[in-house]
Nanobody, 116 residues
Framework: QVQLVESGGGLVQPGGSLRLSCAAS????????VSWHRQAPGKQRELVAA???????TYADSVKGRFTISRDNAKNTVYLQMNSLKPEDTAVYYC??????????WGQGTQVTVSS
């Protein structure tokens, strides 16, 4: 079993930055792919960014050049650096972990609100 704890969400003005963190804890697991997803009110959850254990990253077109995903394998932690935030980035952001054993886990979500 893996527990995920997200942090770093909040209220920020347009053009501002936030850094989300997702820390995984538990025993007997090895993380393969980690990803961030978001869900805005009335919309479906969408993939924002993903990173493999080898640190190959992929991004949604809407965040390319503004968001950066990274991971610290020693700490079982993944980060999402979000710059040049826009009101349309407002959503609940969820961390997702896929282990090498093919188990998938979701975090509880953290709210990001971009507003002046």
């Amino acid at each position: 079993q893996v527990q995920l704890v997200e942090s770093g969400g909040g209220l920020v003005q347009p053009g501002g930055s936030l850094r989300l963190s997702c820390a995984a804890s538990g025993s007997g697991f090895s993380i393969n792919v980690v990803s961030w997803h978001r869900q805005a009110p009335g919309k479906q959850r969408e993939l924002v960014a993903a990173i493999s254990r080898g640190e190959s990253a992929t991004y949604a077109d809407s965040v390319k050049g503004r968001f950066t995903i990274s991971r610290d394998n020693a700490k079982n932690t993944v980060y999402l650096q979000m710059n040049s935030l826009k009101p349309e980035d407002t959503a609940v952001y969820y961390c997702n972990v896929l282990t090498f054993s093919a188990y998938m886990y979701w975090g509880q979500g953290t709210q990001v609100t971009v507003s002046s």
